[in-house]
């Protein structure tokens, strides 16, 4: 079966740091981009970042750059995401996602994570 599982999500005070992990299994993990999305409460789910499998080229959404690096470990099967100076903003379920491209619509992914919150007090 196919699984991605998100972790490492909590509970932060402004300017703090977490870091995210999506561990995947059951598919060819060499061959998918993945991705980080976050939807808040009431809002839709929007695309943080993404990397290629292809040559780890890296894509941000303009309110994480410079704050968020994601990274993938192909030995591991696992994909991170390093939040800094995280904003109250940032507070929202954060889910990675699997597909052949970074594509920045949600619908195109076939395969999800069960979700990690993350709430960042200010």
């Known amino acids: 079966d196919v699984q991605l599982q998100a972790s490492g999500g909590g509970l932060v005070q402004a300017g703090g740091s977490l870091r995210l992990s999506c561990a995947a299994s059951?598919?060819?993990?060499?061959?998918?981009?993945i991705a980080w999305f976050r939807q808040a409460p009431g809002k839709e789910r929007e695309r943080v970042s993404c990397?290629?499998?292809?040559?780890?080229?890296?894509y941000y959404e303009d309110s994480v750059k410079g704050r968020f690096t994601i990274s993938r470990d192909n030995t591991e099967n696992t994909v991170y995401l390093q939040m800094n100076s995280l904003k109250p903003e940032d507070t929202a379920v954060y889910y990675c996602?699997?597909?052949?491209?970074?594509?920045?619509?949600?619908?195109?992914?076939?395969?999800w994570g069960q979700g990690t919150q993350v709430t960042v007090s200010s």
């Open positions: 059951g598919f060819n993990f060499d061959d998918y981009a």
């Open positions: 996602a699997a597909d052949r491209a970074c594509y920045i619509g949600a619908r195109f992914y076939d395969y």
């Open positions: 990397i290629r499998n292809s040559d780890g080229t890296t």
